[in-house]
C-alpha cells in the first residue's frame, strides 16, 4: 500500500498480531501515521504544512520545509486561537498549519483513490478540523482519502490593513497552501492528483468560491458547497483598519498609529488578543484587497462584478438546508418579536441603503408577513425570510454563475431532515422540524461526542449523503447508477431546469425549491440591482 512500506510499530494482545502502522515517504519528507481502531484505514493527524512567521503572525503564512527526519503524524488536537465552540473557552496556538489525511487501506500507487479536502465552516471566526467533529469513518468505507485541513480564523486570518504585509484574507491564503501541499504530496499517499474534489459548509463553501474567482492556479478539479456562498450577504469586510486599534485600545494600548497597534498585537499573547476581539464583538472577515507588486491576492473585487473562468468545465455539487435560519427565532421570548426590525437590517447588509430603497422594504416586508405587526406567530415567516435572504437566494445565484460560467454538470439539493444527528439541533435541543445551519454534518462524519449509535433512519440518511457525496468525488455524477439505497437518478441543473434533490427521509427530485420566493427575489434584485453593495455595471 504505502510508498515505503509498512513499519513494525507494537505488538496486539488479543491474538498475538503484530499491528503494522504506515511510513509513507512523500515530497514532504517520511511522514508515519496511525491505524485507525474503527475501520479499513489509516490515520496521519497533524501534519504541517506551512508556518506563520513568528514576526508577522497576522501576514502571509510560508509553505512548511521538509522533514529531516521521520515525522509522527499522531496528534491532531492543534486548534488555531479562537472560542471553542463546546465549551466557550478560548484556546489554539498560531503552530497550527496542519492537515489530517484518512486513507483506507486498499489506496495504493497502483490503485489510486478520488480525494475529498474538507475546509470548515465558523464564519471565518472559529472552526477546526478534528475527529471530535470531523470523525472519518462514514465517508472513508466508500473509497475516498478525506483530508481535513485547519487555517487561520479571526483576527490572525483576516486582518486587512491595505499593507503589503497585511493585504488581507491570510486564512484563505493558507488554504492555498495546503492545496499546493495536497497537490505535491498526495500521490504518495495513494490519491490520484486529477481527482482532487474539495468541499465546505458554510465559510468553507465560500472559501471555495474565493479560490475559484482568485487569480491562483486551479488546484482542484471538482467542489462541494453546502450552505456557502461568496454571495452570502455581509461576508465582506467593511470596517477594516479601525480594527487593530480598537483591539490594541481593549489590552490598555492606546495609539491612532495601526502599525504601532499590529506591532504591539504581534508581541502579545494570541489568547489574549483572541479574548480583546470577542469582548468588543467585532467581526473579522475576508475582504477586498488593495493590489500589491509581487503580493498575491485573492479577491480585489465585489464578487457581484466577477466572472468565474476557473469554473469552466467543473463539476459542482451546491446547496442548502430548508430552515437555514431556524435558531435565529427558535429560542427568541415572545415579547421580543414587536421590537425586530429584521426587514430593513437584512436589507441594509446587501444593499446601499437609500430612501428609495426604505420604500422598497415595505414590500418585502407584505410578501412575507402581510400586513401583520410581527409577533410570536410569525416566527415560522420570519425563519423563511431570513433563511431565503441569506442562504437560499444567495445560493440560487451561485448556480446561475456556475451555468454562465461554463461548469460541466451542477448538481442542487436542499437537506430538509429532521433526526437525531441533527448537528445544530441535537446539541442545542431543538426540536422543531426542518434542517437548520450546519445541520447536515452529522450524517457526513462521524461525532466522537456522539455516544450512542445511529438510529435506523439516521443511518439511512447517513448512508444515502455520504454514498451521494463519495460517488460525486469519484464519478463527477452522485447517482451514477439508482439502487435501492439511491433510488431516484439526480440530474444537473440546465437554464431551463433547477432540477433538485430533497434530502429527507425519502429522496425525491423536484424544480426550483421554493420557486415562488425565489422568484420574488429575482425580480426585486434585478430591479434594485445598481443599489447592491458593489455593483458597477460591466
Known sequence: MWAVGLVLLAFGSAHGLVRLDPLVDSPAGLIRGLRADD????????????????????????????????????????????????ENTIVGSLDCLQLNIYVPNKASSRSKLPVLVWIHGGG??????????????????????????????????FFCLDTPEIPGNQGLKDQVLALRWIRDNIAA???????????????????IEYHLLSKYEKLFNQAITQSGSTYLPGVLEEDRRSKPLKIAAQLGFDTEDVT???????????KLVIAATTELGVPIRPCLEKEFENVDSILTDYPINLDMPKARNINVLVGFNNKEQLLGYVFMPAEQFKNLNVFEEALQTTFVYDEELKEMKDIVRRFYIGDEELSEALRDNLIDFQSDHNFAFPIQQT????????????????????????????????????????DELGYLYDLAYETEAPTEADQLVIDRITALWTNFAKYGDPTPETS???????????????????????????????????????????????????YREN
Not at 471566526?125 to 467533529?133: E, L, P, Q, V
Not at 504601532?260 to 494570541?270: G, N, R, S
Open 39 to 86: 475501520g479499513e484505514y489509516a490515520m496521519f493527524l497533524g501534519i504541517p504544512y506551512a508556518q506563520v512567521q513568528e514576526d508577522n503572525p497576522f501576514g502571509a503564512s510560508i509553505p512548511q520545509p521538509k522533514f529531516d527526519t521521520i515525522f509522527d503524524a499522531f496528534n491532531d488536537s492543534t486548534v488555531c486561537p479562537q472560542v471553542e465552540e463546546y
Open 124 to 157: 471565518f471566526t472559529i472552526g477546526y478540523t478534528s475527529r471530535f467533529i470531523y470523525g472519518p469513518k462514514y465517508l472513508v468505507r466508500h473509497d475516498v482519502i478525506l483530508i481535513a485541513l485547519n487555517y487561520r480564523v479571526g483576527p490572525y486570518g
Open 189 to 207: 499517499f495513494g490519491g490520484d492528483v486529477d481527482k482532487i474534489t474539495v468541499m465546505g459548509e458554510s465559510a468553507g463553501g465560500a472559501s
Open 260 to 270: 504601532e497597534a499590529v506591532e504591539f498585537l504581534a508581541k502579545t499573547d494570541v
Open 399 to 438: 448556480l446561475k454563475r456556475y451555468l454562465k460560467n461554463g461548469a460541466k454538470n451542477v448538481y442542487h439539493y436542499m437537506f430538509s431532515y429532521s433526526g437525531d444527528r441533527n448537528f445544530v439541533k441535537k446539541r442545542l435541543n431543538v426540536t422543531a422540524p426542518g434542517a437548520a445551519h450546519a
Open 484 to 534: 435501492d439505497l439511491l433510488p431516484v437518478k439526480w440530474s444537473p441543473i440546465t437554464e431551463q431546469t433547477y432540477t433538485y434533490l430533497n434530502i429527507d427521509s425519502e429522496l425525491s427530485v423536484s424544480t426550483r425549491p421554493y420557486n415562488d420566493r425565489m422568484a420574488f427575489w429575482e425580480l426585486f434584485f434585478e430591479v434594485n440591482k445598481n443599489k447592491l453593495k458593489g
